[in-house]
């Protein structure tokens, strides 16, 4: 079993700058593919970006060039440093982990508000 634990979400203005983390516990994390998603407001949750456990990357459209996905095997942690943030990366961030037998893997979230 894998346990996840997101934390780093808070209240930031129109262009800050904010960096999650994504905890796990056990000693599968590095054979896991991870993965942020996030769900708004009103919205359908959606992928941000993913790291597979030989640290190849994929972003979505909207988290290209402004996001950056990362983990530290070491740390059992995985980052999304977020950059030039908008009201509408306003939502909940999960992290999610995945590869390891049939199921997800999923934490509880973390808020991040962009607002003035």
């Known amino acids: 079993q894998v346990q996840l634990v997101e934390s780093g979400g808070a209240l930031v203005q129109p262009g800050g700058s904010l960096r999650l983390h994504c905890a796990a516990s056990?000693?599968?994390?590095?054979?896991?593919?991870m993965g942020w998603y996030r769900q708004g407001p009103g919205k359908q949750r959606e992928l941000v970006a993913t790291?597979?456990?030989?640290?190849?990357?994929n972003y979505s459209e909207f988290a290209e060039g402004r996001f950056t996905i990362s983990r530290d095997n070491t740390k059992n942690t995985m980052y999304l440093r977020m950059n030039n943030l908008r009201p509408e990366d306003t939502a909940v961030y999960y992290c999610q982990g995945s590869g390891w037998g049939p199921r997800n893997f999923w934490g509880q979230g973390t808020q991040v508000t962009v607002s003035s």
């Open positions: 056990g000693s599968i994390f590095n054979v896991l593919n």
């Open positions: 790291i597979s456990k030989d640290f190849t990357t």
